[in-house]
């Protein structure tokens, strides 16, 4: 991707390529806020509304729309137009009832999936960070910006780059899935982006975050990462919908 710099506006010739614009069309496009995720890994509420799903033509058209308050993330309504949504957000349009899930895909890096009230009600969190606050109370600080309190006697079973699953919108921890072998991943950069497998092995090293990690797909093909780009999505099978391609074509993994 194009270097976005320190300026409040952005050249398309200059945008991370996953965004679906079109390089020639324009000169400038939406240069995501800063907020709860990256540039590299984010697309604007406009572009959302306009380029992903098409509810609006313009510029002008979807910056009325959210404005007006017809889209929610993550259980609130956004109506700032530069407002980054990036990965396990959900998004909800007001009017329709329609709920989407932004998950890692394939080439595309980011893509939303259809999703039931039901799915809607809850996200995946990973933990980036834990932070001790004033009392001894626990705050798990996660990939999307949220911070959570979880109980002082419960906090040790809680590791970095593990799972919580957390409800919308309260934001109340609902359950935990711990980064240890046997679990089911996707991978959320790099070359393999969108690869779900099951996790086999983890190399020991001394950078936690850089440990290589061995990874078995649906297909009974292994695949290798680090471990900063692993994202736990469940046990037995994914908490979440999943686009995994298989053979041909995609299937929907429940």
């Known amino acids: 991707m194009g270097r976005m710099g320190g300026r409040r506006h952005l ?3 200059a945008a991370p390529e996953f965004w679906p614009v079109l390089r020639k069309e324009a000169t400038w496009t939406v240069k995501p806020r800063c907020g709860p995720h990256s540039a590299d890994r984010s697309l604007p509420l406009l572009i959302v509304v306009r380029d992903v799903l098409g509810y609006a033509e313009t ?10 308050g017809h889209f929610k993330v993550d259980g609130r309504v956004r109506r700032d137009y530069k407002f980054p949504v990036g990965l396990m957000d959900v ?17 595309k ?18 933990i980036e960070n834990k932070t001790t606050l004033e009392g001894g109370r626990v705050q798990l600080n996660l990939h999307d910006g949220k911070n959570v309190e979880v109980p002082a006697g419960e906090a040790e079973k809680y590791t970095t780059l593990s799972v919580v699953k957390i409800s919308i919108p309260d934001y109340e921890v609902l359950g935990y899935v711990p980064l240890e072998r046997g679990v089911l991943a996707t991978v959320i950069s790099g070359i393999n982006v969108g690869r ?7 190399g020991s090293g001394m950078r936690h975050y850089r440990k290589l990690v061995r990874l078995e797909d649906v297909t009974g093909g292994t695949f ?11 046990v037995e099978k994914p908490e979440i919908t999943l686009p995994i391609t298989m053979g041909g074509g ?3 993994w429940r």
Request: glycine share 4%; net charge positive.
């Open 11 to 13: 050249k398309r010739l």
């Open 59 to 68: 510029h002008r058209e979807a910056r009325k729309l959210i404005a007006e």
């Open 91 to 107: 998004l909800e349009i007001v009017d329709t009832g329609e709920y989407f899930r932004v998950v890692p895909v394939p080439v």
């Open 109 to 126: 890096v980011v893509a939303l999936v259809p999703l039931s009230r039901e799915e809607a009600s809850f996200k995946l969190c990973r």
């Open 196 to 202: 779900v497998g099951r996790v086999v092995e983890v």
């Open 224 to 234: 290798y990462t680090s471990l900063d780009k692993v994202f736990v999505v469940g």
């Open 250 to 252: 995609e299937q929907r």
